[in-house]
């Protein structure tokens, strides 16, 4: 499968932040996408994910699946994580792995994220780094081909940020994109750079 | 299926627990009937025969009270984004969270509406046709508010534009409302006429209102 851009232009209240951005991208591989604050990193992400219109340009998928819109075969792990205080760790991701359309426990999910054992606690007591936990806990738990991770390592630790490192080499070996937006290293070594704005 | 079930139960159990908005819109209800019989007098003859509007006002009041929120904390916290990319049409996930807030909080009223009818002196056989004209005419209260709650995400302004957005559009169904309650109550106009009317606007708005939600929710994506 391919991920394709193609002269992607991208307004934002009436300002342009970034046009005639192309790129292409196979499964297995990973893009880090890097520039400086408001070069449109996140603006790039959410338009992958159909939260932000394509103002110009266009974004295809060649894949198995090709009536399936992009936005439903990626997952966006955002700034915001999703999780209702007042419901438990597994009540969230249950939530969430039911809804985006996957039968199966959440319990190895959880694991993965090494939040098994606070599975029962309300959203509300996690710490930053849990929370972030969790949300990526919903990527293990849905499988989706395309990750697009914005800051994936923000508010976690040195052993968490192993972990995910892990998980996303892991997801890349199953034939998986990522595509992150990062101002540091993420932990994949092979990951190419597209860099933006020339500023 | 299972997407718009886990959705429905999720949202409900969101309105039950700590901070939800289940208990808020049935103890507003209670205090706004609570008042008007201080407002208007012991004038029991009176009582009766407002009673009906009084308590139809109340319930209007009362169900659109926590609709401002319905969309909100999905907004604020990226839940809204992932509902989005869900496998579901966004009509379909919008409607579900409307059912959801209808079942939490107007259900709610119509249950107590009878035992609030006793405070202002509508009479006992009376009761089971007033929350009858509430239970066919509330669902149109939420599904109505349901565009504001999307418009005031939407734009990004709270609670008030939603209330000046909405109370509006809510005069049709205030209107035959009221009006099935007293023909059910003292007549001697027939009661059939503005009850089909009433739940016409509500079948009608169950349609049109998600369709208009989801749209000011893509247009206000950006």
């Given at each position: 499968m391919q991920l394709k851009a193609d002269e992607l232009t991208c307004n934002r209240g009436g300002r342009?932040?970034?046009?005639g951005l192309s790129f292409s991208l196979s499964g297995g591989e990973a893009v880090v996408v890097t520039g400086r604050n408001g070069a449109g990193k996140s603006s790039l992400l959410r338009m992958i994910a159909g939260?932000?219109?394509?103002?110009?340009g266009r974004l295809t998928l060649d894949s198995?699946?090709?009536?399936?819109?992009i936005a439903e075969q990626a997952h966006y792990l955002g700034?915001?994580?999703?999780?209702?205080?007042?419901?438990?760790v597994r009540e969230n991701l249950q939530f969430w792995t039911e809804f985006l359309g996957a039968r199966r426990a959440v319990e190895p999910a959880l694991e993965s994220v090494d939040l098994a054992r606070l599975a029962?606690?309300?959203?509300?007591?996690?710490?930053a780094g849990q929370r972030r936990r969790l949300s990526i806990a919903r990527l293990v738990a849905v499988p989706r081909p395309i990750w697009l991770l914005d800051e994936?390592?923000?508010?976690?630790?040195a052993p968490s940020q192993k972990r995910l490192a892990e998980l996303m080499r892991g997801h890349l070996a199953g034939g998986g994109m990522i595509i992150a937006a990062a101002?540091?290293?993420?932990?994949?070594?092979r990951a190419r750079e597209l860099k933006l704005g020339s500023a | 299926m299972s997407a718009l079930i886990a959705l429905l139960i999720r949202d409900m159990r969101l309105a039950v627990?700590?901070?939800?908005?289940a208990l808020m819109g049935a103890l507003f209800f209670l205090i706004v009937v609570t008042m008007m019989p201080f407002a208007i007098g012991p004038d029991l003859a009176l009582l009766a025969r407002i009673g009906p509007a009084i308590l139809w006002l109340g319930a209007l009041l009362a169900s659109l009270l926590?609709?401002?929120?319905l969309f909100a904390t999905d907004h604020e916290d990226g839940s809204l984004d992932l509902l989005m990319m869900g496998p579901l049409p966004l009509e379909l996930s919008v409607a579900t969270k409307a059912i959801a807030h209808w079942l939490t909080t107007s259900l709610p009223l119509v249950v107590i509406a009878p035992l609030l009818g006793l405070m202002l002196n509508v009479e006992f056989h009376a009761m089971g046709w007033l929350a009858l004209t509430l239970l066919a005419g509330t669902p149109a209260l939420t599904f109505i508010g349901l565009v504001g709650a999307a418009l005031a995400v939407a734009l990004r302004r709270g609670g008030l534009l939603l209330a000046v957005l909405v109370l509006p559009l809510t005069v049709p169904v205030l209107i035959f409302g009221v009006a099935a309650a007293n023909a059910a109550i003292?007549?001697?106009?027939?009661?059939?006429p503005p009850f089909t009317i009433l739940c016409a606007l509500s079948l009608a708005s169950l349609v049109l209102g998600p369709i208009a939600a989801a749209a000011a929710l893509r247009h206000g994506l950006e």
């Open positions: 342009e932040v970034f046009r939260l932000v219109r394509i103002a110009a198995n699946n090709a009536d399936t819109p700034h915001q994580d999703a999780m209702k205080p007042s419901l438990s029962d606690l309300p959203a509300a007591y996690l710490s994936p390592t923000s508010s976690l630790d101002h540091g290293p993420i932990g994949l070594e | 627990r700590v901070g939800g908005g926590a609709l401002d929120r003292v007549g001697p106009t027939p009661f059939g």
